[in-house]
């Protein structure tokens, strides 16, 4: 195969043929990428809720830093409050 490429414009037609070709393929996996990305999201997105809080709206609070049933709030307050609070 070496004997093929003797002259320096050989290796470098060879090397431009080669380096075109990388940049194909690269163009066709990053079109893959995005084209997986997006049927991915698109099945995610499926079966995806938006939440629907508003003001009144009654929420669980959580905060796994702090001991059952106590909450930062009963903390700050002196007194113990349920899970639900009131947004």
Known sequence: MLKEF??????????ADLASKIRLTQDVIEQNMKDRAL???VFYDKDTKEPQIAVGSIVLLFNDTLKIGVTKISQELGRPIPGCIKV
């Open 6 to 15: 003797k002259s320096g414009s050989d290796v470098q037609s060879y090397a």
């Open 39 to 41: 049927r991915s999201k």
